[in-house]
């Protein structure tokens, strides 16, 4: 087995400060690599973000299944902020102050983050928070097994063939963005679209993409759910007050349309 390499000042021979975010996959602990649990266990502290009530987060609960607790450090992250620019703000600064900290105690620090590092990620305000705050900072990412992947498994749905293009909505962005990509001929990814999965069920049906399109939440996850997209507004129908809303971190895969094998080779 590998691990990564510890990172070393040019022509000083003095190990530079180090910090690797590490993807942990969405849920399923299974899903983490081999060079991501490397990484994990090489490095002297394990960061995780929290949100403020303290819960056991995914990345958190995902990581405990590699390192000992005591390794691993919580950080208050305002995850889900996005009306409150300063006060979002200010929890990236007090992270990256709190990550300074322990990359000057310890050396080396992994910051576990699900899905990939580098897709829709904390873990890229955090890297150029620390980087302002430690000289000589390495940043190194392990990539990570992505939701999209793992929904495309687990419920059969084929994200790409031939030359048909991959669209990724962060639905945070508006049902708009969604339903222009949805409007395109290859297949769509909608991330984070729990709270405004009304707006994502009307997007599929007046774009004519909701047959052959499925949903998911809580992958590998013993409350996990996969059901077909066709079942969406139906499920909203019976929630409190004719409107439930689903898991924040929920996932919808809309196939491109497909009319013969190999057809867009």
């Known amino acids: 087995m590998t691990s990564v390499p510890e990172s070393v000042s040019a022509g000083s021979g003095e190990a530079q400060p180090l910090l690797v975010g590490v993807g942990v996959g969405p849920g399923d602990p299974e899903l983490v690599t ?16 929290v949100m403020e ?3 056991t987060g995914r990345a958190e609960a995902t990581v405990l299944h590699y390192v000992e607790a005591d390794k ?19 929890a990236w600064d007090a992270a990256g102050t709190r990550v300074a900290e322990l990359l000057r105690a310890h050396g080396s620090v992994a910051f576990a983050t699900i ?31 992505t939701a999209m992947q793992d929904l495309a498994a687990r419920s059969g749905a084929v994200l790409t063939e031939g030359t048909e293009p991959l ?24 991330y984070k679209f729990g709270r405004q999965a009304a707006e994502v069920a009307g997007a599929l049906r007046d774009t004519g993409r909701t047959e052959g399109a499925v949903w998911g939440s809580a992958l590998g996850l013993p409350g996990e759910s996969i059901r077909p997209a066709a079942e969406l507004e139906s499920e909203l129908a019976h929630g409190e007050g004719g409107s439930a809303a689903l898991p924040y971190l929920s996932t919808l ?10 057809g867009k080779l």
């Open 34 to 49: 081999v060079k991501g649990v490397n990484a994990l266990r090489a490095a002297d502290a394990v960061v995780v973000p």
């Open 53 to 55: 009530d303290g819960g």
């Open 72 to 90: 691993i450090v919580r950080v208050v992250f305002a995850l889900n902020e996005r009306s409150d620019r300063a006060r979002r703000e200010a």
């Open 115 to 145: 899905g990939d590092p580098n897709v829709y990620s904390t873990f890229t305000y955090l890297a150029q928070t620390v980087g302002e705050l430690v000289p000589g900072l390495a940043v190194e990412t392990v990539p990570g097994v």
């Open 167 to 190: 669209t990724l909505v962060p639905v945070t962005a508006g049902s708009a963005v969604l339903k222009e990509a949805l409007e395109g001929p290859g297949t769509v990814v909608a």
């Open 253 to 262: 895969i809309s196939p491109a349309r497909r009319e013969s094998r190999g």
